[in-house]
């Protein structure tokens, strides 16, 4: 039963279908339920947020990106999808904030300059939120000078940067030499994240921490919040 649900909510991703009015890539779909009635029936049935971030959303957004590398998939077919796992997180936001029992420390996120991919970066935050952090999403296509100026006025304890383009994850780097000229990088933790990215990656340039995925971005932050090295 619960695979069944989370099976339907990655086809409903995969199609792109927010509600049961909306049309999927295949015909005959109208009426029948689309990812928010899904979502929301899941939870009903106790399925716990994190299975369906896991199993249906991010597996339906990936099954998206390998469709899209095979020209399957174009552009208004990504963004389709896209709003549906948004409207879903909205739905699960909640949810997993409840988890969170009081706040720990403060995090500042955003997506690097020249990069508008948001939805890892939205995914990452709301689990964040709901471990109990203090969350100020900048957003995305963020200069690092927007970054520093944050830093300087929330004094967070981490920033997090996320890029999904090979071209925009050079400027993860130049936000590290940035806080390093302010005098501000040993005031925070820096974690980075997104497809361009990896643990190398993060060592090379200096970061404290990489997460794969917004679970092990958390386990990250949660490991250098109690002083461990990751
Ligand atoms: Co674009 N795009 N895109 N795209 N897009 C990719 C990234 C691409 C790999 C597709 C491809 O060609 N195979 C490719 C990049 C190639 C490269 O650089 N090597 C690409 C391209 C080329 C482009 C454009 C240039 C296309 C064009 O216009 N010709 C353009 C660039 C726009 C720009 O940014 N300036 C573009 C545009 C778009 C859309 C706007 C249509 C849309 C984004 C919508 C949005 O984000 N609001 C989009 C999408 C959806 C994708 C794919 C299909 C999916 C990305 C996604 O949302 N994945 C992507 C292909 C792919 O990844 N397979 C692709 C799901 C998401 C949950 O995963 O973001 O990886 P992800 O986040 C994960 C982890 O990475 C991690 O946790 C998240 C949750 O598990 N994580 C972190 C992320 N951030 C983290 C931060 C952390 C820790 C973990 O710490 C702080």
Redesign the pocket.
């Known amino acids: 039963m619960t695979e069944d649900i989370l099976a339907l909510i990655k086809e409903n991703v995969i199609q792109g279908r927010v509600t049961q009015g909306d049309e999927g890539l295949e015909e005959g779909m109208v009426g029948q339920p689309g990812v928010s009635e899904l979502t929301d029936k899941a939870l009903a049935q106790g399925i716990s947020p994190a299975d369906i971030i896991k199993m249906g959303l991010?597996e339906g957004?990936?099954i998206?990106?390998?469709k899209?590398?095979a020209k399957e998939y174009y552009?208004p077919d990504?963004?389709a999808?896209?709003e549906a796992?948004g409207v879903a997180m909205e739905i699960l936001e909640p949810h997993l904030a409840k988890s969170g029992i009081k706040s720990k420390g403060k995090i500042i996120?955003a997506t690097v300059k020249?990069?508008?991919?948001?939805?890892?970066?939205n995914?990452?935050s709301i689990l964040l939120r709901g471990a109990g952090y203090a969350v100020k999403d900048l957003g995305n296509d963020i200069d690092p000078q927007a970054i520093i100026a944050a830093v300087r006025e929330e004094k967070p304890q981490f920033v997090?940067?996320?890029a999904?383009?090979?071209?925009?994850m050079i400027h993860m780097r130049t936000t590290i030499q940035a806080l390093t000229e302010s005098g501000l990088r040993d005031k925070v933790k820096v974690?980075?994240?997104?497809?361009?990215v990896s643990e190398e990656f993060a060592q090379s340039i200096g970061a404290d921490g990489?997460?794969?995925?917004?679970f092990?971005?958390v386990r990250i932050v949660e490991s250098l919040d109690s002083g461990g090295d990751n």
């Open positions: 991010t957004m990936d998206v990106g390998q899209f590398e552009i990504m963004l999808s896209a796992v996120v020249g990069d508008l991919h948001d939805i890892g970066k995914i990452v997090g940067m996320s999904l383009l090979t071209s925009t974690i980075i994240g997104g497809a361009a990489y997460g794969a995925d917004g092990q971005a």
